[in-house]
């Protein structure tokens, strides 16, 4: 979330904050006048719109994944052989979080929970170490970025 500040002509002040309602998610418009009183000032409160395009569903972004068997067992490997207290690579928290992610899918169509909280909370961690921004939906960011890490290993 972030504030944008216009100043504009009074006149266009309706034009600018139907603009900016179509490229972010804004709050209300708060109006104020300049302190030369022939110009407004325009203040909202926004949020990145994702396009459906930049979040691939599950099946999209899974398709070619190796069995959710054979990722768990190359977490746990990779966690083996890591010395304690080592930051590991990218990759391993983005192939973590998908793992996760694809374990709570099986479970969300009956009863969301933990298997949904820790997905989300693995995320977030992602998401964290990537700063990519204002994100709303962490786990949809996760499905987006494995399928970029899929092409890349192609």
């Not at 504009?8 to 998610?25: E, G, I, M, N």
């Not at 209300?28 to 110009?39: L, M, N």
Request: charged share 30%.
């Amino acid at each position: 979330m972030f504030e944008i500040r216009v100043i504009c002509d009074p006149a266009d002040s309706d034009r600018v904050t139907t603009a900016l309602a179509t490229a972010f998610t804004t709050g209300d418009a708060r109006q104020y006048p300049t302190r030369d009183g022939k110009r407004t000032r325009l203040y909202l409160t926004a949020d990145h719109q994702p396009t459906p395009d930049d979040w691939p569903t599950p099946e999209q972004a899974y398709a070619s994944a190796p069995s959710i068997n054979s990722e768990i067992g190359w977490t746990a490997r990779t966690l083996a052989e890591a010395e304690c207290y080592t930051e590991l690579d990218r990759e391993f928290y983005l192939r973590k979080a998908a793992l996760l992610d694809r374990i709570a899918l099986l479970d969300e169509p009956t009863a969301p929970g933990d298997a949904t909280d820790t997905a989300h909370a693995a995320a977030v961690r992602l998401l964290d170490r990537d700063q990519p921004g204002v994100i709303r939906d962490p786990r949809a960011y996760v499905r987006q970025q494995y399928v970029l890490l899929a092409a890349d290993d192609q």
